[in-house]
């Protein structure tokens, strides 16, 4: 039985579909609407915890072609608020899947839009910018209400909703002769890939994202990650306090929302990009060798390019010239924007693993402690004003 359904966005466009997976009582789903450019990965983007608050809508025709399956959940539930689509597949066809992509949002308690034109959706959406919107079976007008009454993602700490409750360890499968190391994860929205990886170098204690950098170091990691995560970073409530605690004590590895933090913590502004960089297809430029990556991206936030002191830029992102990725002159700390996990997307940036690697051999070999001559930088205050948008109140955008 088909259920008329409709989506509309907070300037009042109007997308007609049907409804699929889960029917909320109201019929109306809220959150901020993006556009996704993958060809494949459709569950583990569904699972990324970095979409909490977002209605994900994808850009690739035929979704759900070969299912689901377990092993590849990002995270223990989807946090995401809908999923938009121009054709889901009715059938499966792959001798992984368990089920099928319908009936798994269906069990999730994830409604979603099919048959919508998602072209003319995602034209709107990089034209006017990413929005909030509201889709289902309830009347346009409730919707367009709905719609309009969303707050979004600015300012809210959405990595509280989907953070764990408490630390969990995952032993090493390190197979190159060498020992583990030892890394703290603060969970921010942390990707099951990204621990497959970290677990390839060290012994991993992944560990909820308001835990104290003094409850950190008492572990005596030899290095600590920045995961992932969603929405704003100025909103994510202790992080950069935590983060300025454990500059210079410990190597730093960050990854998405991770750089951000830890630029914000080396004093950086970040502002919010217009519709921002969701898809496996994002070509980076290493500033050190000038390769040119093709990269995995989810992320509505992002460094000011002007604003980093005391840390060089890394990596670039050859579509809009934003920043994407940074390493400290005087610290043992790096980060990057985009996701080198790649789960999904291309492996081309994977390296930066290895990477962290050396930098805790290289630390343990000097002696480890705080690096010589290093100095705390100093934390800025305020949102620097993105492409587009106005200086923020009160104040000049340079840096």
Request: include cysteine; charged fraction near 20%.
């Amino acid at each position: 039985m088909i259920r008329e359904a409709a989506l509309v966005l907070s300037d009042g466009e109007v997308f007609e579909g049907e409804a699929i997976g889960a029917e909320p009582a109201t019929g109306i789903t809220s959150g901020e609407v993006v556009f996704n450019t993958v060809l494949t990965g459709y569950q583990e983007v569904i699972t990324d915890p970095s979409y909490a608050g977002q209605i994900i809508t994808f850009t690739y025709p035929h979704i759900g072609n070969y299912g689901v399956t377990p092993a590849d959940h990002e995270s223990r539930r989807p946090f995401c608020r809908g999923v938009i689509v121009r054709d889901m597949a009715r059938r499966r066809s792959n001798w992984r899947a368990t089920g099928d992509l319908e009936a798994f949002l269906g069990e999730q308690g994830i409604a979603g839009l099919a048959g919508v034109d998602t072209r003319r959706l995602t034209t709107h959406i990089r034209d006017a910018g990413a929005m909030p919107g509201a889709f289902g079976t309830a009347a346009e007008s409730d919707l367009r209400a709905a719609a309009q009454a969303e707050p979004g993602t600015d300012g809210v700490d959405l990595v509280a909703t989907v953070t764990r409750h408490k630390s969990e360890h995952f032993s090493s499968t390190r197979d190159d002769g060498k020992p583990p190391h030892e890394v703290v994860a603060l969970d921010y929205g942390l990707k099951a890939t990204i621990v497959h990886h970290l677990r390839t170098i060290a012994q991993v204690e992944v560990v909820p994202a308001s835990t104290l950098a003094a409850d950190i170091l008492a572990r005596q990691p030899d290095g600590v990650f920045l995961s992932n995560g969603p929405g704003d970073p100025e909103a994510v409530v202790g992080a950069v306090d935590t983060i300025s605690a454990l500059l210079g004590e410990v190597p730093i590895f960050g990854i998405c929302l991770g750089h951000q933090l830890l630029a914000s913590a080396l004093g950086a502004e970040t502002f919010k990009l217009p519709f921002g960089h969701h898809g496996g297809n994002h070509p980076v430029r290493n500033l050190a060798t000038g390769a040119v990556e093709i990269t995995s991206q989810n992320h509505n936030f992002c460094v000011a390019d002007s604003t980093i002191p005391g840390a060089d830029i890394t990596h670039i992102n050859l579509n809009d010239h934003t920043v994407e990725g940074l390493r400290c002159r005087d610290l043992p700390a790096f980060s990057v924007q985009y996701h080198p996990e790649a789960g999904p997307g291309p492996h081309d940036s994977r390296y930066l693993f290895k990477l962290f690697d050396e930098l805790m051999a290289g630390q343990k070999r000097a002696g480890g402690g705080p690096a010589q001559g290093a100095r705390r930088p100093q934390r800025r205050r305020g949102r620097r004003a993105g492409p587009g948008q106005d200086p923020p109140p009160g104040g000049s955008t340079d840096a």
